[in-house]
Every structure is written in structure tokens, then in C-alpha cells.
């Protein structure tokens, strides 16, 4: 499948080439596709949170500590310091997630390096990891004996949190899923909010030696801004780019947070669209600003509340969207799965997305944190522990630095529920195979 970055998750490949002569350190090219994962670009896959987890999106600004990993990001840990590995789910969906890893980091140059602390590690070292840990679940080892081979094999890094070495479980840990919204093809009653495709007048322009990208356009020979989401949507800026129609802009603007999902059309077949770039500006919360505006509480804000208030207030429905003046273009996918930006099927439970700066593309890792339970109803009861091996397979605009990760529930309603109620502390820890093992 070709890969794709989900909005949740940024940098894309560019097609034809158009150099700007006021620009000769840089290149610009017009009508962005999508980026091959793994290059040193990274501002996305913009993929992906709704309810909980979309309100770490709407109103996570409140709650952003640090978000870059200029300090170190991970520790490695003595082996007589590891936790205990136990796993709350099958293997088999284990061993599908690691296959999807390993057919991502056989597509990279075998120079390319990828992050894991403060170190840089090839992609076949990280496949010999992998490759290794799919050997050991394959023999069904008892705990003592996973534990036992895991600190015989493997260095352990835990990632530093939000303040540093983490021994109170400082990791932020939310949920994100796909949504399934109805939609038309042609613009009909009650049809009538569009989702764009990339439009003809974007531009990115791209800086010297991986020096980063501008996303913008072309006028008169100078590289302008692209046009805000207020532009687009109400002075037509997109007109003539439509590629589907939904029911309610929160639809809309759920997907473009999102940055996948799937389209209910009208004669009942089911399509995929995902991420293909922004507009460039940057991405503003609206729960953080119905909370500074003193319009709800912070503890109130929410997916269902933010709808509601719009509904019961649509004359401020545009005051409040467009303050967030990031807007993103789509493409339809190829399948119905969710695919993250490796551009790999996304395993429910087993993929995860971080900030793929601070930790390597591909790679294997443990989650400890806690879930909740629930009865009949969806009523929560309770909580139980959360402590899986997972994949980094996915990342997102709002996923930024060694603090934060964000754990891909599935599709549909079920999995929003599950997705939404994630808002929790946790432990993270990546597993490297030792150099002595590697053969």
C-alpha cells in the first residue's frame, strides 16, 4: 500500500517539481502527495483523537509539557531493573503487528537511522529486534521465561516522560480510532460540507540538506502562506476540489483532526479517505479556546460537549472552527483499514503513535498504563492494568515529545468508546536486541 501520513499523524512527498527563482536554496513543488515515512522530515501523520482522545487534540495545549526532544528521551536501564513483561492480549495480533513493522523498515535505506534515546540505530538492527522478539513469542515461553530471555537479549530504554526519567509513570497515554461518517459524492441536501482533495495552488517549498519545508503558494512569483480555513471555506478558496460531502461540519472538522477515517455513501458502500497535506498554519485548539472564552470548563470540554454547544449556538459555529486556521486535504485510500504513516495497516491495540523524533519508526515497545471497565450500559465500573508490547507505527500534530503516546483502538463506534476514555499515565519502554545477540 502506498504510504500515507494521517493528519494525526505530517511531511509528505512531493510530486513534479517547480523551482521558485527567489527562492534558488529551496525547491517548491506543487500539489503535495504523500511523504515516504522514515526520511528526516517530520511534522505530522497527522493521524488521529476523538472523544477522550480527540480532547487531548481540542484541548491539548492545556496539558502539552514539553514538546521536542532536544533533552534525552529515553534511558537505558540496568537489567536487574527491568519491569515485569506481561501481555493482556494474544500474540497472534502481536505477531501481525510486527510484520507490518518489519515490510516498513525493509523499504529504508540501510544508511537511514532512526532515533531510540540518545542514540541513532539502523533499520536492520531494529529488524534484527524484531525478528528476534517474533522468535521468542513463537515458542509460547511461560512470563518467567519471556522475562528471563528478554534480559539475557534485549536493552531496555524507558522513554523520560513529560519531565524527565520517568519512575512515576509520567507518560501521557490517550486512545484514537476511526471514525465511520455518512457522505455523498455529489452535493445534496443534507450533504452539503466538503471535504477537499489537495488543490492545484499549493505549493511546498523545501529547504537546503533536509533543512525542513514551508507549505504555501504561488502568486506573482512570491511563496505566499496557503489560504487560512476561515479563506477556504467561506471565500471559496478550494471551490472546484471536492472529493466528498458530509452531513455536519463536525463531521468535517472531526476528520480533519482525525486525519482518516471512513465515508458511508449514499448507496451504501463504504470508502477510506485519509491525510494528504495541510494548508500549513498552524494547528489551533477549539476546546482551549471555548475554555479561555469562558464558554465551558476544562473538565467539561469534551467531543459531545463541543458539538452540543456549537448545535445549541450555530451562529458561533464559524467563530469558533475557524479559529483553528490549520485545514487539511485529503485523498481516498486504497482499502479500509487504517493505515498509519509507515504506511502500514494499523493493528487495534498493538500500534501506537509517538513523536517519531524522539523514537524509531517501526519499533518495538511495552505499555504499562490502565484501562477501564465497563458494564452493559458503557457506564465505566472501574479500571484494570494495561501492560501490552506494542509497535510505533503511526504519529500526530498533537504527539510531541518523549511524553505522550497515543494507542490506535480500531474502527467504528466500539473502538471510539474504548479510545475516548484513554487519559492516562503510563510507562513506556523500548527494546533494542543487544549487539552480542544480533546474529
Not at 122 to 141: C, H, M, N, T, V
Request: net charge positive; charged share 20%; hydrophobic share 40%.
Amino acid at each position: 500500500m502506498e504510504p500515507f501520513e494521517p493528519v494525526r499523524h505530517g511531511g509528505h512527498r512531493a510530486g513534479p517539481g517547480l523551482q521558485d527563482r527567489r527562492f534558488p536554496a529551496q525547491s517548491i513543488t506543487r500539489r503535495a502527495g504523500t511523504m515516504a515515512p522514515g526520511q528526516p522530515e517530520r511534522t505530522l501523520s497527522w493521524q488521529r483523537i476523538l472523544h477522550g482522545c480527540l480532547l487531548l487534540l481540542l484541548v491539548v495545549p492545556l496539558l502539552l509539557l514539553n514538546g521536542s526532544c532536544a533533552r534525552k528521551p529515553a534511558v537505558s536501564l540496568a537489567p536487574d531493573s527491568y519491569p515485569l513483561f506481561t501481555d493482556d492480549l494474544a500474540f497472534a495480533d502481536l505477531q501481525q503487528a510486527i510484520d507490518a513493522s518489519l515490510r516498513y523498515l525493509r523499504t529504508l535505506p540501510p544508511d537511514t537511522l532512526l532515533p531510540v534515546g540518545d542514540r541513532r540505530v539502523s533499520p536492520g538492527r531494529l529488524r534484527a529486534s524484531l525478528l528476534a522478539f517474533a522468535g521468542l513469542i513463537g515458542s509460547r515461553p511461560s512470563p518467567d521465561i519471556l522475562n528471563r530471555e528478554i534480559r539475557r537479549r534485549f536493552e531496555v530504554l524507558q522513554a523520560t516522560g513529560t519531565t524527565g526519567f520517568n519512575p512515576g509513570r509520567e507518560m501521557l497515554v490517550t486512545g484514537y480510532f476511526q471514525p465511520v461518517f455518512q457522505g455523498s459524492l455529489v452535493r445534496q441536501p443534507p450533504y452539503i460540507h466538503p471535504l477537499y482533495t489537495v488543490p492545484r495552488d499549493l505549493a511546498v517549498r523545501r529547504g537546503r540538506a533536509g533543512g525542513g519545508r514551508s507549505i504555501g503558494r504561488l502568486a506573482d512569483g512570491a511563496f505566499l502562506p496557503y489560504w487560512s480555513r476561515a479563506e477556504i471555506e467561506q471565500q471559496g478558496r478550494a471551490r472546484g476540489n471536492e472529493l466528498v460531502w458530509l452531513r455536519d461540519p463536525m463531521d468535517a472538522f472531526v476528520l480533519h483532526v482525525q486525519g482518516s477515517g471512513l465515508i458511508r455513501l449514499t448507496d451504501g458502500s463504504l470508502r477510506g479517505v485519509h491525510y494528504a497535506i495541510s494548508n500549513g498554519r498552524p494547528y489551533r485548539s477549539i476546546g482551549k479556546y471555548l475554555v479561555d472564552t469562558g464558554r465551558m470548563s476544562l473538565a467539561d470540554a469534551s467531543l459531545e460537549s463541543i458539538r452540543a454547544y456549537i448545535a445549541e449556538h450555530p451562529g458561533e459555529r464559524d467563530e469558533i472552527l475557524h479559529h483553528n486556521e490549520s485545514f487539511i486535504f485529503f485523498n481516498w485510500s486504497r482499502g479500509l483499514d487504517a493505515v498509519g504513516n509507515l504506511g502500514v495497516r494499523l493493528t487495534p491495540g498493538r500500534s501506537i503513535a509517538v513523536d517519531q523524533r524522539c523514537f524509531p519508526a517501526g519499533g518495538l515497545a511495552f505499555l504499562s498504563s490502565r484501562q477501564p471497565t465497563e458494564d452493559g450500559s458503557g457506564r465505566i465500573t472501574g479500571w484494570k492494568p494495561l501492560q501490552r508490547f506494542v509497535l510505533v507505527q503511526d504519529r500526530g500534530s498533537a504527539i510531541r515529545g518523549p511524553g505522550r503516546v497515543d494507542v490506535f483502538w480500531g474502527t467504528g463506534a466500539r473502538a471510539g468508546a474504548a479510545a475516548g476514555r484513554m487519559k492516562e499515565t503510563g510507562a513506556l519502554y523500548f527494546f533494542i536486541l543487544r549487539q552480542d545477540n544480533a546474529h
